[in-house]
């Protein structure tokens, strides 16, 4: 019989598959024969899988929790791996091994979830005409669900276009929460368990956490911020859209450096305690500039009357957004009460609100 399905999706952590590979409980009994279907079957690392089936239990008590995420199913199981499927087995986790031991058959799990549309990242530049994506539900869309996981004290902390699906309706939803953290204790291992390499090419990992992960390394600062400005994707934008000249993002970065009391210190838990809520708001803002750089390209989008009227305060948002030093920085919840201060989940954010701007009011932390 043929166990599991096809590879949709391969990350770095793990590996999707349609239909889920068939599987045994804890009683050896076979799972996920009669309920198949439109799941996805995800093999990952033990640690991470319960790490997302965490993250989804806190997420799921969120009454409008499946307007914007993925979640998965509350069990991982043990996939069966047979002839039929060696070759799914084999694509998914050869990569895998090579730079990780831990990829080993005896430490691979299954976690499963709806079938929730097409990643982001597969869709071209033509799919994102107006006709056929709303980049104004889209925007509001991510700032509402990165304000939800704010106000629940979640941190994604991997929030990129693969990480990010569109349905048939063109309902965009976030999954993987292999890397997230709940934030109410972040210690050494936290950070451990989620920051290993200095790469500052990936435009979802802020700038202060690239920055400290090559001080970490024994990289100069001067010689991080430079490279982090550089090299991050995004920059590009920030400077050519949102006109913000490079060089004062990397002025502004050398601040927190200096005036952060944490940062100064070095003391990252508690830097990554106070700035966490803006570790996703950056990744969004990334998403949404990066997005809109395509749209610009369009005139039906640069005409419309929602542009026109709207346009300004998108610049503006994202700008405060896309802040390189994360004292500045807006959080989700800041940016929604900007965008939709109607919003429903801004219903009970007035205590977070508050919080926030008695921070802002002091002079550093
Ligand atoms: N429920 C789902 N519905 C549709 N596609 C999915 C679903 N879950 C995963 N995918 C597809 O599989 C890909 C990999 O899944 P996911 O992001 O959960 O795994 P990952 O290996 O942890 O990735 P990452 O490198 O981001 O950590 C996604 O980018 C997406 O294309
Ligand atoms: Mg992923």
Not at 283 to 302: M, R, S, V, W, Y
Not at 351 to 365: P, R, V
Request: proline share 5%.
């Amino acid at each position: 019989m043929q166990t599991g399905g096809r590879v949709i999706g391969e990350g770095r952590y793990g590996c999707a598959v349609i239909p889920p590979f068939l599987c045994k409980d804890e009683q050896g009994k076979d799972r996920y024969a009669a309920d198949r279907k439109d799941k996805v079957g995800k093999l990952a690392l033990k640690s991470q899988a319960s790490n997302e089936i965490l993250i989804s239990n806190v997420l799921r008590k969120v009454p409008i929790h499946k307007q914007y995420f993925i979640l998965n199913d509350p069990v991982a199981c043990v996939p069966l791996i047979n002839d039929a499927s060696i070759d799914d087995w084999d694509s998914c986790m050869a990569s895998k091994q090579k730079d990780d031991t831990e990829f080993k058959k005896e430490n691979i799990v299954q976690i499963t979830s709806p079938f929730g549309g097409k990643a982001m990242n597969s869709l071209q530049n033509i799919d994102l005409r107006p006709a056929y994506f709303n980049y104004f539900k889209f925007f509001n869309q991510l700032i509402e669900a990165g304000a939800i996981m704010t106000l629940n004290q979640i941190c994604h902390y991997d929030l990129h276009k693969p990480n990010i699906l569109i349905d048939k309706q063109g309902v965009a939803r976030i999954i993987d929460f292999g890397m997230s953290f709940t934030t109410q204790n972040i210690t050494n291992q936290t950070l451990s368990q989620r920051w290993k390499y200095y790469d500052p090419i990936y435009d979802n990992e802020p700038p202060e956490v690239t920055v400290m992960t090559g001080l970490g390394k024994n990289i100069p600062l001067k010689d991080c911020i430079e490279q982090t400005v550089k090299i991050k994707p995004v920059y590009k934008n920030i400077q050519m859209i949102l006109l913000v000249p490079n060089q004062d993002s990397k002025d502004e970065l050398h601040t927190f450096f200096k005036k952060s009391i944490s940062a100064s210190q070095r003391n990252w838990p508690k830097t990554w305690s106070h700035f966490w809520p803006g570790f996703d708001s950056w990744a969004i803002g990334a998403i949404l500039l990066n997005l809109l750089k395509i749209q610009l390209t369009f005139p039906e989008f640069t005409n419309s009357e929602l542009w026109i009227k709207k346009g300004n305060l998108i610049y503006k948002i994202l700008k405060q957004m896309l802040v390189s030093n994360p004292f500045y920085r807006i959080d989700c919840v800041e940016s929604l009460l900007l965008w939709n201060p109607e919003s429903v989940v801004l219903k009970d954010s007035a205590s977070w609100l508050y919080e926030k701007q008695k921070q802002k009011n002091l002079i550093s932390t």
